[in-house]
């Protein structure tokens, strides 16, 4: 009782003795699960791997399916990576920024040059007040004009100041900060008049130490 095997499509016939021989050409590598068995009672060719008698040790041999890797997949470790060094590159941006507002305060020109002294009481009629002073650790903001100061919330600048401006239609803004008023508030104030669009800002601040 012999049995037949040929490869796919294939006029060459390889007779084998029995069902082990075949099995033993299949584990060798000498057929693969592909080629068509035909056996002593087997009308037709068929596959060794959908043959039933041939199918589970086919099923063995045959290579486990490599999933195809997803292309579309995007490693998000490197764009991480950037989005923290931007945030951190913004982060000293910023503080540098807020800094230099701080510190852009006009300098004192000597009398020998012949600066100009400007008293309140000559530009009192063009200018609009806000004074920062400590009250021991409290910072407390007055704006307002001359006779008529109105104590500000340091969240409330940018509004009053606003709502100033409208009001009596004065565009200059004198700045009188103490020196221990912390910078945080003189840089709040000073990016209120900045959005207010602020065009002179006389300081009348003392040294910082």
């Known amino acids: 009782m012999s049995w037949q095997v040929r490869q796919e499509g294939s006029p060459e016939v390889y007779t084998l003795p029995s069902e082990a021989a075949v099995l033993t050409g299949l584990r060798d590598g000498n057929f693969s699960p592909t080629d068509e ?8 060719w068929q596959a060794i791997e959908t043959h039933p008698i041939f ?53 004192d020109m000597p009398d020998d040059k012949g600066a100009k002294q400007v008293e309140i009481k000559d530009i009192q009629d063009r200018v609009f007040l806000v004074i ?18 109105k104590e500000v919330p340091l969240d409330r600048v940018f509004a009053e ?20 008023v912390p910078w945080g508030v003189e840089t709040a104030i000073l990016d209120a008049a900045k959005g207010n669009k602020i065009h002179n800002i006389l300081n009348n601040q003392r040294s910082r130490r």
């Open 132 to 149: 920062a002073k400590m009250d021991g650790e409290k910072p407390v903001i007055k704006m307002g004009v001359k006779g008529a100061l």
């Open 37 to 44: 068995v035909k056996g002593p009672n087997d009308q037709n």
């Open 55 to 107: 199918e589970e040790a086919a099923f063995e041999l045959e290579p486990p399916v490599v999933e195809a890797a997803d292309e579309t997949h995007l490693d998000m470790n490197p764009l991480i990576d950037v989005c923290l060094v931007l945030l951190i590159f913004f982060i000293l941006t910023i503080t540098y920024s807020s800094l230099e507002r701080a510190l852009a305060v006009p300098e």
């Open 161 to 180: 100041m606003k709502e100033l401006i409208n009001s009596t239609g004065r565009k200059e803004m004198v700045l009188d900060i103490d020196k221990d």
